[in-house]
């Protein structure tokens, strides 16, 4: 067993409850990089504006992390804040992939637009791996 907690706390999470929360946070991740990158290139996107759509992501969300203290909501500011500013980021970095590839403004904004979208899809699928990793470990510590 893993231990989790000081010894006289009885607090431990076995083997194949922590290879559980480890496969729901890689397929998190796979889901959350997967829709990113599909959603600038299901619309037709190149090479370069799904590369800068997944740059401009990493770049709004972590803004987000770090500037999202200034929405008066405690602790969900900087959540919203992320998650907004990486989708944000994702339409950003595609519109301009798309315009330095020579595509025109609107089939720069609908890429931009697909990326958005599966930026945030993605975070919310990953949302979900992590509600389901939360609750592995709940049930692998009372049982």
């Not at 037709?44 to 590369?51: D, F, H, L, P, Q």
């Not at 890429?111 to 592995?136: D, E, H, P, S, Y």
């Amino acid at each position: 067993c893993l231990w989790f907690a000081p010894i006289e706390k009885g607090v431990h999470i076995f083997w194949p409850a922590f290879i559980a929360i480890l496969l729901a946070a890689a397929l998190g991740e796979l889901l959350e990089f997967i829709a990113g990158a599909l959603g600038a290139s299901r619309k037709g996107g190149s090479k370069r504006g799904t590369a800068l759509a997944m740059g401009g992501s990493i770049c709004g969300a972590l803004v987000g992390l770090f500037f999202g203290n200034l929405i008066p909501i405690p602790i969900v500011g900087p959540v919203v804040a992320s998650l907004l500013l990486g989708a944000s980021g994702a339409f950003g970095g595609a519109i301009l992939g798309e315009r330095w590839a020579g595509k025109n403004w609107d089939d720069s904004i609908e890429v931009g637009n697909a990326a958005f979208w599966g930026r945030l899809l993605g975070t919310v699928g990953k949302a979900v791996c992590g509600t389901i990793a939360a609750a592995i470990f709940l049930i692998g510590i009372w049982f």
